[in-house]
């Protein structure tokens, strides 16, 4: 009975960790582009308090921010209506959240906003909902006006003076003082209750005062509020005895006041109830009256109060314990008493709960066709009632899901289908309140990745175990196979080992293994591949060690260090002496083989090691050096020489032959004073590997004849390495040869299967047996196939290679299939029956009346009938889904037609799916085709639809073009994506001081406006511009700008600088050359020696022997040429009419007469006097000064012409 029952829990073991390993969970590795690229639905990170309190002098912020990939969309409920955010021009969103600000710079009431709010986060895997978030606005109300008559009181009276502050949200904190701002004193006698009333046990006479005061303080407003203030007169039935001896502890003065048994002020009567949530804290409060002041205890019926948890307040007066629990229930009795009596209450706690968790559900992420749960466990006082919702919509409501089973507090999903992931809500909820958590299913269809750095080299040493890593990341699980040169089988078998986590182990690298390695990732999705290359080197080694020795001092040691190591390798050589470097210097000497140490002495005694170090191994060997005396000062040093390795092994001989084994038998060497410790046997063949030692056993060192166990058709040779604590010794000489006879086969080849590379033929492969497992000669296989479940004869074929084509076969047939090696000897093993399926051929048929529903701005849902699994003709891949955008509902706009896919993995009889990421206001068109791992079927009926419209894209840009004293101009553009009819803009502005926000101010545009021109009542101010383009749907992201300081900063990258232009270029070009040819023409003028084009200032006759050049300009060819100044006056007076009339060139003035010639020099001479040289030029002082402007001041003031103004300066 007790094996039966053994037996069954056994089974019962086994079939719960198959269901464990079935459900899984995907473990997503943290690489970065795997988390940028991994699909993941919508992560509630933040929210606001459930209840909500909010100051009504500051802007409402309620706080939604989630996660996901895609980037999550946000919308809002209000008392559970759709919130229009878009509407209302105090309420704006962030940008890429979900975060509410509701201002009220231009008016409104906070009060406005009061209510329920709930946040929605949505991509196309799914919904997250926020919990609802109840807000509420502070109140601080006055207190109300009233007239408090004095209170009159007897002496030894009690007395409670009401407090009754007014309801603020949250509740004002009380406590009394005086006029003077000082708290009311408290004791034992007089205590504030919870309830903010003052209590007096008894009223001394002190008591007299006309300023007890409460006051209330409100959190939010930092604001305290005072009650009108209570008079208090005692009343006393004696005069106080100041005569009498006095007691100072008697606070009646000696008079007599009668006693009074206890009495309860808080709470009334002889019983009370009291309910708490757990984790709150519960407060019991018991005030008593009575003369002398009464003293309270505690205590609880049928157990004791948890020291730990309890604390005592108002001098005793009130019990807490801070955080409840349900066995903090009961009733707990207060006793108040004194010398006269006592008195009891006794108070019925009783401990309620809102809903708190046991098991909250937590993220799922699956592969296609796995299993998972998701449990929601809650507990609470009353039962909480748990209700799962999925994006925010009752599970009951939504679409069904076959592959999802509801069971009360848990989902069970079996073989979830691609296209399935969603986010699942658990709401648990009682009287007392609720709970709401998401957790998201994620279906992750992802082809396969490689983790691992690409194009790795790696180097190994000869004869040692390899590990080549390749870490890879799929969902479904891709199938690693690893390759070698990019041709032939897997590998998987003989001294190869593929690890599940996608390591290749080499047992024992030899040179042959040297290559390039390939690992191929494969999925239903795709495949990915990388590659290893490795070089495989001969070990690093000490050949000729060095060896103990003892020096007489003054002698020359020497320690021998020869290494050999692979050519490819580079190497250094370390000297340690007693495990510290060496340094080798004046006195110690190395080369390339050895460490000589001349004229030695006590202090190079020690031990001294060689290391030798390679990129990829190292080798070390030590040797102690003991200094002795002269011999012949001291005979017995000979005696004391230290240990060394042992000498080899000799006279190896065999005996006892078997089929598979072999006694062999050797004489150990010296030890050298110490112990052997072990022998090493290797072994030589001649036919796989000739010339290579392998290790093949190790034995303890107080044998010296053993049996080998050995591998048949091998031609041995042996040789021993004796091992002592100082190392090893050289090794044996081979022993004869030895030769084991054959044998069939041990095992079967690894790596069976069948695969079509055309549609009628199927390719069986496997890994060939290892040299050392042929077991003889003319190795064969012997290969047997048949369909599967087909009853027939099994048909076969004996190869020598490692693969065999079947042909004419059925399209996509599974077949049995099992193998068998064999040689001279016999046959071996037969392996198991593997299954293979032969090539695959185009599906037949096209899904059927495929059609869509519930179509949103972005999403729309696909239905479809599935085709028959026979006319896949093949391994079914997947449902693929061909859309494209054929034309926007926008007028004018133009799209690209550009064809996508998405594939739908399932196989339940009504598919749906979910079709994402589409363009709002827009016309599509798709098709779908049913695909298999290599080919695509026929298209179904082709589905035209158009989206709704949604909220636009940013514009196209928004810019600050220019910018005046007290103006901003501002320009953009339409959205490249209006994603509906625009009906306008909206613009949002406000100031910004460092990290201060103005008041935002609003306007809206029409939507042929694409430019606006903003007056600005101050200029030195910074603003920010929000701009967003509007639907009917509401507004989109909002194109964001600052502009800069006007007096120092530039306004736009696009703004027009005037020395860039052309036409300016042009003109300053011109100016240019007209002022190079000015200066020209004055150089040629002053080089050409008294040729000026001047008239004398009077207006003189031409002199006959002036003549005028053919360039207009007169010769002057003496001094006599220019007339004195009083000689032309006196010309003047009686020169006749034809004398007066103007010089040609010369201009006459507006009242007749003759203007002269600006162009004189004698103007600027110093009286008549001026002198020329002989070229003629003037050399008298220059002046601007001029004898005309004192005489003549009635002249025209007409502005000197340019071109005299050239001359006059040349």
Known sequence: MLAQGGHVALAVMSLFLLLWQKAALIEVPQDPKIQQDLKQPPTIIKQSAKDYIVDPRDDIIIECEAKGNAIPMFSWQRNRKFFNTGKDPRVTMRKRSGTLEIGFRNG???????????????????????????????????????????????????????????????????????????????????????????????????????????????????????????????????????????????????????????????????????????????????????????????????????????????????????????????????????????????????????????????????????????????????????????????????????????????????????????????????????????????????????????????????????????????????????????????????????????????????????????????????????????????????????????????????????????????????????????????????????????????????????????????????????????????????????????????????????????????????????????????????????????????????????????????????????????????????????????????????????WGTQKDNMEITWEPLPDLERNGPNLHYNVWWRKQDSGEEWSNVTTAGSKHVITNTETYVPYEIKIQARNEFGLGPESNVVIGYSGEDKPSDPPTELKVSNINSTNVNIHWNPVNSSSVRGAFKEYKLYYWREASLVKSLRVKKEKKTKGFFTTVPRPSGMLGDLVPYSHYKMFMVVANSRYDGPPSNTVEFHTEEGVPNLPKYFKIVQRSSDTIYLEWDKPPEPNGNLIGYQLKYETVNGSKVGHPQFKRFLPNMTDYTLRLPDRSLRYKFYLSALTQVGAGDAYEEESPHFANEAYSKDQVDIATQGWFIGLMCAIALIILILLIVCFIKRSRGGKYPVRDKKDLPLDPVDQKDQDGSFDYQNGSSVPDRNANENENENSSDEDNKPLQGSQTSLDGNVKESDDSLVDYGEGGDGQFNEDGSFIGQYTVKKDKDETEGNESSEATSPVNAIYSLA
Request: net charge neutral.
């Open 108 to 754: 409104g009431r906070p009060e406005d906003y009061e209510g329920e709010y709930q946040c929605f986060a949505s991509n196309e895997f799914g919904t997250a909902l926020s919990n609802k978030i109840l807000l509420r606005v502070s109140k601080a109300p006055l207190w109300p006006k009233e007239v408090l008559e004095p209170v009159v009181v007897t002496e030894g009276s009690p007395l409670v003076l009401p407090c009754n502050p007014p309801p603020g949200l949250p509740p004002p904190y009380t406590f009394w003082m005086n006029n003077a701002m000082a708290s009311i004193p408290q004791d034992k006698r007089v205590s504030m209750g919870l309830n903010g009333d003052l209590y007096f046990s008894n009223v001394l006479s002190k008591d007299a005062q006309n300023d007890y005061s409460c006051n209330a303080r409100f959190h939010f407003t930092h604001t305290i509020q005072q009650k009108n203030p209570f008079s208090l007169k005692v009343l006393t039935k004696e005069l106080y005895n100041d005569t009498s001896s006095y007691n100072f502890t008697d606070p009646y003065g000696g008079r007599k006041i009668a006693t009074s048994t206890p009495t309860f002020l808080s709470p009334s009567g002889g019983g009370s109830s009291k309910m708490v949530l757990r984790g709150e804290q519960l407060l019991l409060e018991c005030i008593a009256a009575g003369l002398p002041t009464p003293s309270i205890i505690w205590f609880k019926k049928g157990g004791e109060l948890p020291v730990q948890k309890v604390k005592y307040d108002n001098y005793n007066k009130t019990l807490r314990i801070v955080s409840v629990s349900e066995e903090d229930a009961g009733e707990y009795v207060c006793m108040a008493n004194n010398d006269v009596g006592s008195i009891r209450h006794s108070i019925s706690v009783q401990v309620k709960a809102a809903p708190y968790w046991l098991d909250k559900p937590t993220n799922l992420v699956l592969a296609p066709d796995e299993n998972g749960r998701l449990v929601c466990r809650a507990n609470g006082n009353p039962k909480p009632q748990i209700q799962w919702l999925v994006n925010g919509m009752p599970i009951n409501n939504s679409l069904p899901n076959p592959s999802r089973q509801v069971q009360g507090d848990t989902i069970m999903f079996r073989s979830v289908l691609m296209g399935s992931s969603a986010v699942y809500q658990c709401n648990a909820s009682n009287e007392h309140g609720y709970l709401l958590a998401n957790a998201f299913v994620n279906i992750l269809d992802m082809p396969p990745r490689m983790l691992g750095p690409r194009n790795q080299l790696i180097k190994v040493i000869e004869n040692n175990r390899t590990f080549l890593d390749c870490p890879f990341f799929g969902s479904p699980l891709p199938e690693l196979r690893w390759f070698k040169n990019g041709q032939g089988s897997r590998l998987d078998g003989g001294h190869y080992r593929a690890h599940i986590n996608g390591t290749l182990e080499i047992k024992r690298a030899r040179v042959e293994d040297e290559g390039t390695y390939t690992c191929l990732a494969s999925n239903i999705l795709g495949q990915d591949e990388n590659q290893v290359r490795l070089e495989v080197k001969e070990p690093t080694r000490i050949v000729q060690a060095p060896r103990h020795q003892s020096s007489i001092r003054g002698s020359t040691a020497r320690f021998d260090c020869k290494v050999v190591s692979d050519p490819t390798l580079y190497t250094t050589v370390t000297w340690f002496k007693d495990d510290k470097i060496l340094s080798v210097g004046w006195r110690l000497k190395r080369d390339d083989e050895s460490l000589s140490i001349p004229n030695v002495n006590e202090g190079d005694e020690g031990t001294y090691t060689c290391t030798v170090k390679s990129e990829i191994d190292q080798d070390s060997a030590s040797a102690r050096l003991t200094v002795l005396e002269d011999a012949s000062l001291n005979p017995s040093v000979s005696s004391a020489l230290p240990a060394d390795r042992p000498d080899s092994p000799m006279d190896l001989d065999l005996s006892d032959a078997a089929a598979r084994s072999v006694r062999l038998t050797w004489i150990p060497g010296n030890d050298h004073n110490s112990p052997i410790t072990h022998f090493l046997v290797q072994f030589e063949e001649d036919r796989w590997e000739i010339g290579k030692w392998q290790n093949l056993s190790i034995f303890s060192g107080d044998l010296n004849s053993v049996i080998l166990q050995l591998s048949p058709f091998i031609n041995y040779q042996f040789r021993v390495i004796a091992i002592n604590s100082v190392g090893q010794s050289e090794p044996s000489r081979p022993s004869p040869r030895y030769k084991t006879s054959g044998a069939a086969p041990d095992s079967f080849p690894s790596g069976l299967r069948g």
